[in-house]
């Protein structure tokens, strides 16, 4: 079936060559149905994989697929190489083309499966390293990006452990493609250049000569977005001029070539759309659509160089022009869809009902827009907010952790080894000696029974003064502790929730319910316990805050967690600016703490006050609710760490008793004071102040 349908989508589009490569795999596959496990030798093989490449950078892509699918399961007897580059082409088209994330990231776990021994992974480190990023990407755009630079991270360590300075090309190549979308520009281009630099002499294959243009235009691209328009000139006219160098190097596949140029023309046009050079602009983008418009080309970027060009029309006023642009792309949505895509030519749409003042049409363009807009915005503001070098920092500490963890077994059986020969050395000794000297046994006997009570007497003296010593690590090994437990136990949280939407009984999702719960409330209690011994030990950084803007962002950010309760949070600020000197993050964690503690203990549907008052000498701020208040018998312990008085929230949420005792260290630590009043009928007011500059 395959077979069949590769066939006809090749003699469809016309390729006599491609024909003929087929009708050649079709007579091998007819001459061989005698042998009962598989028909295609090794070599038959790869050239189907030959032939297969050069369907595929046609633009033939699924006709592609399916012929090395067929081709792959007719053979026997292929090498780790041939079965992985096979894994590895099928989970490209999956991943670039079909965009089956579940399909790719099953090939991206049958990469990584077959390096089922040492020897595998110690001879083929460069496909080992790629099978790694290759399921970090299929994660990564997933959107789980914590799993995802764990598989990139342990890419970059295969590569590093055996100077494979090609897969780490790789990483930061992907270090950089992940900073340029959190818009971190500048790191982004230092990520490109340093993996141009590493890939230098890798460039032999085409793979990596196609990655190190496109590191080029990617570094004139972080430029552009920052508006460094000569900088960004440089690498794209370096990107042109690396691309026609080499292009006699891959004359058997002069369409690569073509695409990107017509990739670096679109973006050369950004720069002289920002210089209002809109003649020189249209020539580039015109160009650039010609050929990534053409059937087996980048349509994705042809269609972004269209909507560029629509926007070149609206800053025109060419009215006519830009409604047949936007009309033609409009068609083009049904095969090429992307979401900024559309959402763009909303807003050009929206520009052009405006300019005929028309507008009820332009109105409900830009509605369509902006709700585009906001959808983009949330998908990509879990990516802006990640700290990618926090959490390769982590990586880096594990693996640390790791490599200590084994150097300290090796030197324990070393140790053992030590022990065996010391000990055998020792009974050796003592039988000469008991021989050599019956005589004077009892008298010997007697000195080794002091020596021993010497030695232990030392020995307790030192494990005193050691006592002494490890009792100061002790907060240190706790908070060591407590952070290196909080990633396995996230890592449980997240695989019990990815769990539970799979098809298990009522009775197996209940257990992983409560390992995930379990899971959430440990690492809560390891978050506070880590405040707990930060706030301890910190230094205050303090520098002018402006109240009013701090309490207004404290609140927004709390408001999604109320709404999951139907509760609003009211706020009154001060009636004009004031300027304090404090810890802005120390600060904030007691006004977001005091806020998450009445969302807790308040009803559904309940209102949540907070409030600032400018005293004469400093500044009051108050958290109010209207929950369920603290008993008479709790009001003493409330501000203790590890207290007894923690409470179950009005929804059954965890409390620790940690929150409050570091609420009262950081206010203490601005000297201000910290204080509450309540009763179980009208609710809890937890109040403190700042000092005045």
């Known amino acids: 079936m395959f077979i069949y349908k590769g066939f006809r989508q090749i003699w469809l589009s016309g390729n006599i060559r491609e024909c003929l490569f087929f009708a050649y795999f079709l007579l091998l596959i007819s001459s061989c149905q005698q042998q009962p496990k598989g028909f295609l030798s090794s070599s038959a093989y790869n050239k189907a994989v030959d032939t297969a490449t050069t369907m595929y950078d046609n633009g033939h892509h699924k006709a592609a697929a399916d012929y090395l699918d067929s081709a792959f399961h007719h053979s026997n007897n292929l090498g780790f190489k041939q079965v992985y580059n096979y894994y590895f082409f099928i989970y490209t088209y999956a991943s670039h083309i079909k965009n089956d994330r579940k399909m790719a990231l099953l090939y991206a776990d049958s990469m990584l499966n077959i390096f089922d021994t040492p020897e595998k992974k110690l001879k083929f480190t460069s496909e080992y390293g790629q099978a790694h990023f290759s399921k970090g990407d299929v994660l990564f755009d997933e959107r789980r990006y914590n799993e995802a630079y764990g598989y990139f991270y342990e890419g970059k360590v295969i590569a590093n452990n055996n100077l494979d300075d090609c897969t780490m090309g790789d990483y930061s190549y992907r270090m950089g493609m992940i900073l340029y979308k959190q818009e971190h520009y500048g790191r982004a281009a230092t990520f490109f250049k340093k993996s141009f630099e590493e890939t230098r002499s890798c460039e032999g294959n085409f793979n990596y000569f196609y990655r190190r243009q496109e590191l080029l235009n990617n570094?004139?691209?972080?430029?552009?977005?920052?508006?460094?328009?000569?900088?960004?000139?440089?690498?794209?006219?370096?990107?042109?001029?690396?691309?026609?160098?080499?292009?006699?190097?891959?004359?058997?596949?002069?369409?690569?070539?073509?695409?990107?140029?017509?990739?670096?023309?679109?973006?050369?046009?950004?720069?002289?759309?920002?210089?209002?050079?809109?003649?020189?602009?249209?020539?580039?983008?015109?160009?650039?659509?010609?050929?990534?418009?053409?059937?087996g080309n980048d349509n994705n970027d042809a269609q972004y160089s269209e909507l560029k060009l629509a926007s070149v029309y609206d800053r025109q006023n060419a009215n006519d022009s830009l409604l047949n642009l936007l009309n033609?792309?409009?068609?083009?949505?049904?095969?090429?869809?992307?979401?900024?895509?559309?959402?763009?030519?909303?807003?050009?749409?929206?520009?052009?009902?405006?300019?005929?003042?028309?507008?009820?049409?332009?109105?409900?363009?830009?509605?369509?827009?902006?709700?585009?807009?906001?959808?983009?915005?949330?998908?990509?503001?879990?990516?802006?907010?990640?700290?990618?070098?926090?959490?390769?920092?982590?990586?880096?500490?594990?693996?640390?952790?790791?490599?200590?963890?084994?150097?300290?077994?090796?030197?324990?059986?070393?140790?053992?080894?030590?022990?065996?020969?010391?000990?055998?050395l020792i009974i050796i000794i003592s039988l000469v000696f008991l021989n050599w000297q019956k005589s004077k046994k009892n008298i010997k006997t007697l000195g080794s029974l002091n020596n021993q009570i010497n030695h232990q007497n030392h020995h307790l003296e030192n494990a005193l003064s050691d006592l002494k010593l490890n009792n100061q690590e002790k907060d240190r090994i706790l908070r060591t502790v407590a952070h290196d437990l909080r990633n396995p136990i996230g890592g449980i949280a997240s695989l019990t929730s990815i769990m539970t939407e799979e098809n298990?009984?009522?009775?197996?999702?209940?257990?992983?319910?409560?390992?995930?719960?379990?899971?959430?409330?440990?690492?809560?209690?390891?978050?506070?316990?880590?405040?707990?011994?930060?706030?301890?030990?910190?230094?205050?950084?303090?520098?002018?805050?402006?109240?009013?803007?701090?309490?207004?962002?404290?609140?927004?950010?709390?408001?999604?967690?109320?709404?999951?309760?139907?509760?609003?949070?009211?706020l009154a600020l001060l009636s004009s600016p004031l300027e304090l000197c404090i810890s802005r993050e120390k600060i904030w964690r007691v006004i977001s703490n005091l806020i998450s503690n009445a969302i807790k203990f308040s009803p559904e549907g309940s209102g949540i006050l907070v409030m600032a008052v400018e005293?004469?000498?400093?500044?009051?701020?108050?958290?109010?609710?209207?929950?369920?208040?603290?008993?008479?018998?709790?009001?003493?312990?409330?501000?203790?760490?590890?207290?007894?008085?923690?409470?179950?929230?009005?929804?059954?949420?965890?409390?620790?008793?940690?929150?409050?005792?570091?609420?009262?260290?950081?206010?203490?630590?601005?000297?201000?004071?910290?204080?509450?009043?309540?009763?179980?009928?009208?609710?809890?007011?937890?109040?403190?102040?700042?000092?005045?500059?």
Not at 258 to 283: F, H, L, P, T, W
Not at 616 to 635: C, R, Y
Not at 665 to 677: K, T, V
């Open 328 to 424: 033609v792309i409009r068609l083009q949505f049904d095969s090429v869809k992307s979401p900024e895509a559309i959402q763009d030519w909303h807003l050009l749409m929206s520009n052009y009902f405006e300019k005929q003042n028309d507008h009820q049409q332009a109105m409900r363009h830009y509605k369509q827009y902006d709700e585009l807009k906001d959808t983009i915005a949330d998908e990509n503001k879990k990516l802006k907010e990640a700290d990618v070098a926090e959490q390769v920092k982590s990586l880096e500490k594990d693996n640390e952790f790791d490599n200590l963890k084994k150097n300290n077994e090796l030197q324990h059986v070393y140790l053992r080894v030590t022990i065996v020969f010391a000990l055998m």
């Open 219 to 295: 570094i004139g691209l972080s430029y552009s977005k920052m508006m460094m328009n000569d900088s960004a000139m440089y690498f794209y006219n370096k990107a042109l001029d690396y691309i026609n160098t080499n292009a006699a190097r891959f004359k058997d596949r002069p369409q690569m070539g073509e695409v990107s140029k017509g990739v670096v023309y679109g973006n050369m046009a950004d720069i002289s759309i920002r210089q209002k050079d809109y003649d020189k602009a249209i020539n580039l983008l015109k160009k650039s659509i010609t050929i990534n418009l053409r059937k």
């Open 615 to 693: 005293l004469e000498k400093e500044v009051q701020i108050s958290v109010k609710d209207n929950g369920i208040g603290i008993p008479d018998k709790l009001k003493s312990q409330v501000f203790n760490m590890f207290t007894d008085a923690k409470r179950p929230g009005t929804s059954g949420e965890k409390s620790f008793g940690l929150g409050l005792s570091i609420c009262r260290q950081i206010i203490e630590d601005h000297n201000g004071r910290i204080w509450f009043e309540s009763d179980t009928e009208n609710g809890t007011s937890f109040n403190f102040t700042l000092p005045k500059n």
């Open 504 to 570: 298990y009984s009522d009775e197996q999702k209940e257990l992983l319910n409560i390992i995930r719960e379990t899971s959430f409330n440990s690492i809560e209690l390891i978050n506070e316990i880590l405040e707990a011994t930060e706030s301890a030990s910190a230094v205050l950084n303090k520098e002018a805050v402006e109240v009013n803007s701090l309490l207004s962002n404290s609140v927004e950010l709390m408001r999604f967690k109320a709404a999951e309760k139907q509760q609003v949070i009211n």
